[in-house]
């Protein structure tokens, strides 16, 4: 199934706006098999698997870049029609998928507070055009507990993140403070929808309602023009990527043994 949305359309807004939000691209068996690759990595956890509870009753957990995803992920990478949005956003023929990234939290007793705004690209050795981040909920998430954008924020500039020691770059706007002068998307989302992204996209999302859970798969692709530029690594960086900053030079191709090329 592909969006209502025109290829043209969805090309033209995730090059403008950083992201592009797309109904229902999904259908029950492309969730289905989306949930099963899910499942697959909260039963094999990797080395960057993290639990970041803050009570009891709560359940923060993420797990990124497992090198043998693949497993648990190739058959649905390979089938379903997300290397199709991704080309068409892209308006190129080139797809490889980089690496995959779980969340899982469930509320407490109170709301959960919120994903600070951030872009993944500060920590992340990549840039280019052509890299996105596919967003997949198997919960239905109202549009005030969403995750939000700053529309056009992937065209720079790149900012730090705050907290980081000896930063070298402007820390992120204090978006929340003043957000009547950002340009700021969310949407409502159930399940069987999709966000795709750009990495350098400001983005932040909304707490886990007390009592309830949501569960999210993000999935990483790069393309024809993606390029290597060395950045900090971070805890979670995945092991691709470890790898290419001890191998690569600014500049180089984004390429890796363990990516997986799924288009042409």
Same mark, same amino acid.
């Given at each position: 199934?592909?969006?209502?949305?025109?290829?043209?359309?969805?090309?033209?807004?995730?090059?403008?706006?950083?992201?592009?939000?797309?109904?229902?691209?999904?259908?029950?068996?492309?969730?289905?098999?989306?949930?099963?690759?899910?499942?697959?990595?909260?039963?094999?956890?990797?080395?960057?698997?993290?639990?970041?509870?803050?009570?009891?009753?709560?359940?923060?957990?993420?797990? *990124?870049?497992?090198?043998?995803?693949?497993?648990?992920?190739?058959?649905?990478?390979?089938?379903?029609?997300?290397?199709?949005?991704?080309?068409?956003?892209?308006?190129?023929?080139?797809?490889?998928?980089?690496?995959?990234?779980?969340?899982?939290?469930?509320?407490?007793?109170?709301?959960?507070?919120?994903?600070?705004?951030?872009?993944?690209?500060?920590?992340?050795?990549?840039?280019?055009?052509?890299?996105?981040?596919?967003?997949?909920?198997?919960?239905?998430?109202?549009?005030?507990?969403?995750?939000?954008?700053?529309?056009?924020?992937?065209?720079?500039?790149?900012?730090?993140?705050?907290?980081?020691?000896?930063?070298?770059?402007?820390?992120?706007?204090?978006?929340?403070?003043?957000?009547?002068?950002?340009?700021?998307?969310?949407?409502?989302? *159930?399940?069987?929808?999709?966000?795709?992204?750009?990495?350098?996209?400001?983005?932040?999302?909304?707490?886990?309602?007390?009592?309830?859970?949501?569960?999210?798969?993000?999935?990483?692709?790069?393309?024809?023009?993606? *390029?290597?530029?060395?950045?900090?690594?971070?805890?979670?960086?995945?092991?691709?990527?470890?790898?290419?900053?001890?191998?690569?030079?600014?500049?180089?191709?984004?390429?890796?043994?363990?990516?997986?090329?799924?288009?042409?």
């Amino acid at each position: 199934m592909m969006s209502e949305i025109s290829p043209a359309a969805i090309s033209s807004d995730f090059a403008r706006h950083g992201v592009v939000y797309l109904p229902q691209v999904l259908n029950a068996r492309w969730l289905r098999e989306a949930e099963a690759a899910y499942n697959w990595s909260l039963a094999n956890p990797s080395a960057n698997a993290s639990n970041y509870n803050k009570e009891e009753n709560s359940r923060f957990y993420v797990d *990124t870049g497992n090198p043998q995803a693949l497993t648990g992920y190739a058959a649905f990478l390979k089938n379903s029609p997300v290397a199709d949005l991704v080309a068409t956003a892209w308006a190129s023929s080139r797809v490889d998928f980089a690496f995959e990234q779980v969340f899982y939290k469930e509320g407490g007793a109170v709301r959960s507070q919120r994903t600070g705004w951030h872009q993944d690209s500060s920590y992340l050795s990549c840039d280019g055009k052509q890299l996105a981040v596919m967003w997949i909920t198997f919960e239905t998430v109202p549009r005030e507990l969403a995750l939000e954008f700053v529309r056009g924020s992937h065209r720079g500039p790149l900012y730090e993140q705050r907290g980081v020691q000896n930063p070298t770059r402007p820390e992120v706007p204090r978006i929340e403070a003043a957000r009547e002068q950002f340009d700021i998307a969310g949407w409502s989302i *159930t399940p069987g929808d999709v966000l795709l992204f750009h990495p350098a996209v400001l983005h932040g999302g909304g707490g886990t309602e007390a009592g309830r859970r949501r569960r999210t798969l993000s999935l990483r692709f790069v393309g024809e023009d993606a *390029t290597f530029i060395r950045r900090p690594a971070g805890g979670d960086t995945p092991p691709a990527f470890l790898q290419m900053n001890e191998t690569k030079r600014d500049g180089e191709p984004l390429r890796h043994p363990s990516f997986l090329k799924l288009r042409p």
